[in-house]
């Protein structure tokens, strides 16, 4: 029955679970940058990925703050935090689910849930990633996603139904397309 539900969550929050790890881990990302080049003289270097999705939202916070549109603000404020909230209740569900498993010795369900997670994951980047405009994807790294289907290449992880299992290939597939200028 606790399975049941997590698969639900899991496919109820494929694409938010992307979303926002990407503004937790910017948002970590640049204040991990920003302590590691505190003095340092600024060069021209591209912005780690780790602070793309954060520039971007201080780009859209600061344009409303700026044009005055503090309706939308607020609206924006309260739906970033119900998202991020039930994003991470969604990944709590699933890492306490996990780490029970392999406390329990059960590694081979751990395994199986986090493969089931891992085509998913790489489903909402490839998506999320082409619908970037060209700057932003070329301050993305795309290895992540590479490691992902080099995993699901070895281990064999894929859907057993067609559609989805097109839909997945067509993700990865991100990789061996040219990028576009």
């Known amino acids: 029955m606790l399975f049941g539900f997590i698969e639900r969550l899991v496919k109820a929050a494929r694409i938010s679970a992307c979303v926002a790890v990407v503004l937790l881990v910017g948002f970590?990302?640049?204040r991990w940058s920003l302590a590691q080049t505190?003095?340092?003289p600024s060069g021209k270097q591209k912005a780690p990925d780790?602070?793309?999705a954060y520039e971007q939202l201080v780009?859209?916070?600061?344009?409303?703050?700026?044009?005055?549109?503090?309706n939308t603000l607020t609206l924006f404020n309260d739906f970033s935090n119900a998202f991020v909230a039930q994003q991470?209740?969604?990944d709590l569900g699933?890492?306490?689910?996990?780490?029970l498993e392999l406390r329990e010795?059960?590694?081979?369900?751990a395994i199986r849930i986090l493969e089931i997670l891992l085509p998913g994951d790489a489903v909402g980047f490839a998506a999320s990633y082409r619908e970037l405009p060209v700057p932003l994807r070329e301050k993305l790294s795309l290895s992540a996603l590479e490691h992902a289907r080099d995993y699901c290449n070895k281990y064999q992880v894929r859907s057993t139904n067609a559609e989805i299992a097109r839909i997945e290939a067509?993700?990865?597939g991100l990789l061996d397309e040219k990028p576009s200028k």
């Not at 699933?94 to 780490?99: C, G, P």
């Not at 010795?105 to 369900?109: A, K, V």
């Open 50 to 52: 780790p602070a793309l």
């Open 88 to 90: 991470h209740s969604a």
């Open 170 to 172: 067509n993700a990865f």
């Open 105 to 109: 010795g059960r590694t081979n369900e």
């Open 59 to 70: 780009g859209f916070v600061t344009h409303l703050e700026s044009t005055g549109q503090t």
């Open 28 to 30: 970590l990302g640049v």
């Open 38 to 40: 505190a003095g340092k």
């Open 94 to 99: 699933i890492r306490t689910r996990i780490l």
